[in-house]
């Protein structure tokens, strides 16, 4: 189980890393390829765009070819789209493999969380889910710092050719993503294992049996007596939006979907809003590009903390007190973050309200949301339609992310920083308020459980 967990961690950083990286990048890249707004937020929301088709598309063919098969042509696709983004030659043909990255990033999530919360018991499946999870901010945090770490050798090895440092800085940033999805490749073959639970769900019970016994490794027999097929129904994917079924589909896309309009807008630009509101007044581009660097890689330390938080919580106060909570600090961090521009060009920003209220932002939002939409996802669906119905969850959450990378560049520049981020608090705001009307607690219950459409506790 902890080698099924270290695996499924292992991607979920590196969709950490690749997401966020581009945040660094993006500054070199607009430079490099002289490319406008429009042109940035298209290059920014070509991952996550190819996230919504990833999750749509293949996560429904997990439930039809199994989640094993479906990890394999995953990380292959990994592979070759790192690959090509570093080999980019202009502007629309890194739009292309950034999307195609996205697409093997948006198939990782609906597949890693059906791999896993099939795999293990109950009492641990909260807080393994998460602790994968929270992969995602180290990969995160690894980007800044992989980021920080090429501007810092370029600026060693050339100091007197920025123009060498915008060329080609950005192409190592993400090549580097390569290196990572190698590796976790060659680890991912070395465990090839399908979800007992799948082959349940297929009346397959002799696959079942040998896959819970090396899962366990110890003999396991499992027979329709012992898990009778009558007790997981087989669903359709048209069944996620039935009555039996709408109010779950909500309560696992509609706020993930908020929150990914607020933590991709945030997240993708935090070097970008950070040199807003911070170095606007260094001239030296590759200065401020470094110092907003630091500062984006000294708040990405409030995603891990934030992941520690909901680790520790998550099966103790539940999902969903921990999801609203969360959003609500959220909130609140924006609102903060909002009051530490400069009011015009003569005053300084207030440093410690910006790092105070991105350090709430991020805390608050591993803590809650970022954490707890996607274990929910996982949780309240049945085995037949899991990896179909946090795909479809993944997919409406990346929806809101397209929306929030993509707007957020432009409306930077036409309302400004600090409205922009109020909005955003409204939004997280208005999240907290859907979780708690189509709340279902899934806390120490049994996926079974959880999966009949007509039990009195949803």
């Known amino acids: 189980m902890w080698i099924l967990w270290a695996l499924s961690a292992g991607l979920i950083a590196l969709d950490g890393f690749d997401f966020f990286i581009i945040g660094v990048a993006m500054p070199f890249i607009q430079r490099d390829f002289e490319i406008g707004a429009a042109t940035t937020g298209a290059i920014a929301v070509a991952a996550v765009a190819g996230a919504f088709a990833g999750s749509l598309l293949l996560g429904p063919l997990a439930d039809k070819l199994g989640r094993q098969r479906m990890l394999e042509l995953d990380i292959a696709l990994f592979v070759i789209a790192s690959a090509a983004t570093a080999l980019a030659w202009n502007a629309e043909s890194l739009i292309a493999f950034r999307f195609l990255v996205g697409i093997a990033i948006g198939a990782d999530y609906p597949i890693s969380v059906s791999y896993i919360t099939e795999n293990v018991p109950a009492r641990f499946r909260g807080t393994m889910v998460i602790s994968a999870f929270s992969f995602q901010a180290i990969g995160a945090l690894s980007g800044a710092l992989v980021g920080l770490a090429t501007l810092a050798a370029f600026q060693h090895g050339f100091p007197d050719s920025p123009d060498v440092t915008v060329r080609y800085a950005w192409r190592l940033m993400l090549g580097f993503g390569l290196i990572l999805s190698i590796a976790i490749g060659l680890l991912r073959l070395r465990f090839l294992l399908e979800s007992p639970l799948y082959y349940i769900s297929r009346n397959e019970y002799d696959k079942a049996s040998k896959a819970a016994s090396e899962l366990l490794e110890y003999p396991i027999e499992i027979t329709p007596e012992t898990d009778p097929p009558e007790n997981e129904p087989s669903f359709q994917y ?100 909002s009051l530490s521009g400069a009011q015009d060009a003569t005053d300084a920003p207030n440093l410690l309200l910006l790092f105070g209220g991105f350090g709430l932002f991020n805390l608050m939002m591993n803590a809650g949301p970022n954490s707890t939409t996607f274990l929910l996802s996982g949780e309240v669906f049945p085995t037949s339609i899991r990896s179909s119905g946090a795909g479809f969850a993944a997919a409406f959450a990346k929806a809101g992310a397209v929306l929030g990378t993509f707007i957020l560049p432009i409306l930077q520049h036409s309302v400004g920083v600090p409205q922009l981020l109020r909005a955003l608090a409204l939004i997280c705001a208005i999240a907290a308020i859907i979780t708690y009307f189509f709340r279902i607690e899934t806390r120490g219950r049994s996926l079974e459980d959880v999966s009949l459409v007509l039990s009195n506790k949803s």
């Not at 979907?257 to 590759?286: E, K």
């Not at 890689?297 to 903390?305: G, M, N």
């Open 238 to 337: 048209a069944e996620l939006f039935s009555p039996p079924f709408l109010k779950r589909t909500v309560l696992a896309s509609v706020p993930w979907f908020l929150q990914d309009i607020a933590t991709y807008g945030i997240g993708i630009f935090t070097p970008t809003i950070v040199a807003a509101l911070a170095y606007s007044g260094d001239i030296d581009f590759i200065a401020r590009e470094m110092s907003a660097a630091k500062g984006s890689a000294f708040v990405d330390l409030f995603l891990i903390i934030g992941f520690w938080v909901a680790i520790a919580l998550v099966d103790r106060v539940g999902r969903i007190s921990l999801q609203i909570v969360g959003f609500l600090g959220m909130a609140a961090g924006l609102s903060v973050l």
